[in-house]
């Protein structure tokens, strides 16, 4: 038998009293307003009623973007949206980060050509655990930045992350369609560039694709409904997705007139490089917010690589260094751009963001031993920390190391491919310990070969290493 319909109780939306509006006393008014910091950093597309927003603003709000544990970790790509939130932090905004377990199962067609294949649930669980890790380390790390960097604007509140399965598979599809379905006209969904895109599309869209933007819809109502939550950010590619929760909230709020000041937008651009690639990928593979999956030296790399044409907008998204003072840097990095000034600041600033100190000091230290030249600083247990989970790092006893000519080791542990090979290489000048070619071919390996008695760096011609560390 049918339940009856659940009509929104008309004192359901009330905001709890735990989320009710607080004024902000500093901070708002300290320095640029939020809007304008925002844009002065590249961090919007685009805005629903920028007056309305700019005026909203000036008490304490709930903010909330979400993301689909589509991966197992953040990437690059999700720094944008995650950057957005953190300067509504800073300035005391309450802070949701929504976890998709549910709308993961459905799949968002913005932005894709092609439907996604459906991802089995188990995949979708254990990506949501490892999401909500990286996500609270994201914001305790980046807390961290921001209280060096920008100590007079930040009084940080609530951060939360909340999953939609929550609240979604409870749903009964029923009162789901009667009560929701009810608010979503067919013809403006059909309207989304979502939509659009796919039904130009050759293989056009399953119903379980098109009914993702209700769940999102829904997703903004509940939060509002529970948490008083007036704002989602984005990147523009959500700007329907988001407008549907807008909607619907105005639909069902509809009779709630002078306490319902609306909800807003806010999109974030979504990055292509200025060689028009997708922003966050490095050969092909996405840059990792994870030092297990991308290492502190890959990550550092990644943005040290960064175009000159590229560079001052990362400055501005990517870092909380005050807009001006990046103004200044990109204007000395324009007098000699072959010192890469601004992009060793970017991938300084940004390694610490993500990575703290530890992380930065380990991305150096490795980039020292890999593509520097003064060894003279370099401590074998820093080398060996730094270089921990990468390949090319290789423990080893004594007896595979000391009393070995050179050669032979570089045969045996693969960085020459046989013994003979090893020695022309030498004999060459190309076979380097320590940075300083070696080629005496009967040179055996001793103690006081290595670094701190513990580590050989060897490397074969310009740019192939092999770090070996006594266990
Ligand atoms: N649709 C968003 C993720 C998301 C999911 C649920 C939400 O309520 C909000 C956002 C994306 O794919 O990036």
Same mark, same amino acid.
Not at 45 to 54: E, K, N, Q, S
Not at 101 to 110: K, N, Q, R, W
């Given at each position: ?8 109780p ?7 009293l735990? *989320?009710?509006?607080?004024p902000?006393?500093r ?5 640029? /307003?939020?809007l304008?910091?925002l844009?002065?950093r590249?961090?919007i ?5 920028? #007056? #309305? ?7 304490s709000?709930?903010i909330?973007a979400?993301i689909d ?28 980060a ?9 799949? #968002?067609?913005?932005g894709?050509?092609m439907?996604r &294949?459906? &991802?089995?649930? @188990?995949q ?12 609270q380390q994201?914001?305790?790390?980046a807390t ?5 960097? @920008?100590?007079s604007?930040?009084?940080?509140s609530?951060?939360?992350v909340v999953?939609?399965?929550? *609240?979604l598979?409870?749903?009964n599809?029923l009162d ?7 608010h979503f ?11 659009k895109?796919r039904m130009s599309?050759?293989?056009g869209?399953t ?11 829904y ?6 409904r529970?948490m ?26 509809? #009779? ?15 990055l292509t490089?200025?060689q ?11 840059? *990792? ?5 991308t ?8 943005f040290?690589?960064?175009?000159d044409?590229?560079?001052?907008k ?5 870092t909380?260094?005050p ?6 840097v ?14 060793k600041?970017? @991938? ?14 380990a991305?150096?230290?490795a ?5 520097g ?6 401590h ?5 920390k ?8 290789v423990?080893c006893?004594? /007896? ?9 080791? @570089?045969?045996k542990f ?8 090893a ?6 000048n190309g076979?380097y310990?320590?940075?300083?070619p ?9 103690r006081?070969h290595l670094? /701190? ?6 490397r074969?011609?310009k740019?192939t290493?092999?770090?070996l560390?006594?266990?």
């Amino acid at each position: 038998m049918l339940k009856p319909v659940r009509r929104w109780p008309s004192t359901a939306h009330r905001i709890p009293l735990r *989320w009710k509006v607080i004024p902000l006393t500093r901070n708002l008014h300290s320095g640029r /307003d939020l809007l304008s910091e925002l844009s002065a950093r590249q961090l919007i597309a685009d805005v629903t009623r920028p #007056d #309305d927003f700019a005026k909203h603003l000036q008490k304490s709000r709930t903010i909330y973007a979400g993301i689909d544990p589509t991966a197992k970790s953040l990437h690059a790509g999700h720094l944008i949206p995650l950057l957005c939130l953190l300067h509504f932090r800073m300035r005391g905004h309450n802070t949701l980060a929504l976890i998709g377990g549910a709308t993961g199962l459905v799949g #968002d067609p913005s932005g894709r050509m092609m439907e996604r &294949s459906l &991802s089995e649930k @188990a995949q979708i669980e254990s990506n949501t655990v490892k999401l909500t890790h990286s996500i609270q380390q994201f914001f305790s790390r980046a807390t961290e930045y921001a209280l060096d960097k @920008a100590p007079s604007l930040a009084t940080f509140s609530q951060l939360q992350v909340v999953n939609n399965i929550d *609240w979604l598979k409870e749903l009964n599809l029923l009162d789901f369609l009667r009560s929701t379905g009810i608010h979503f006209r067919v013809n403006h969904m059909l309207a989304r560039d979502s939509v659009k895109l796919r039904m130009s599309a050759h293989n056009g869209i399953t119903f379980t694709e098109f009914t993702y933007q209700l769940l999102q819809g829904y997703d903004f109502y509940e939060l509002f409904r529970t948490m008083g939550c007036t704002i989602q950010v984005g990147g523009s590619d959500q700007w329907g997705n988001i407008l549907s929760g807008i909607d619907l909230i105005n639909k069902v709020e509809g #009779d709630c007139a002078g306490y319902n000041e609306g909800c807003f937008a806010l999109t974030t651009p979504l990055l292509t490089t200025s060689q028009g690639e997708k922003f966050g990928k490095s050969a092909g593979n996405a840059v *990792w917010l994870d030092e297990k999956l991308t290492s502190y030296l890959d990550f550092y790399q990644f943005f040290l690589r960064t175009t000159d044409a590229d560079v001052e907008k990362y400055l501005k998204m990517f870092t909380l260094l005050p807009v001006e003072e990046i103004d200044d840097v990109v204007r000395e990095h324009g007098i000699q751009p072959e010192r890469r000034l601004a992009q060793k600041l970017l @991938a300084k600033e940004v390694t610490l963001l993500i990575h703290g100190k530890e992380g930065l000091e380990a991305a150096r230290v490795a980039t020292n031993v890999l593509f520097g030249t003064d060894y003279s600083t370099l401590h074998a247990k820093d080398i060996v920390k730094s270089l921990a989970n990468d390949p090319r790092l290789v423990l080893c006893t004594e /007896d595979e190391l000391l009393g070995i000519t050179l050669p032979n080791i @570089a045969a045996k542990f693969g960085l020459a491919s046989s013994k003979s090979a090893a020695r022309q290489l030498a004999l060459g000048n190309g076979l380097y310990l320590n940075n300083v070619p070696q080629p005496d071919v009967h040179l055996k390996l001793e103690r006081s070969h290595l670094i /701190d008695g513990q580590v050989a760096i060897l490397r074969a011609g310009k740019d192939t290493h092999l770090i070996l560390a006594l266990r």
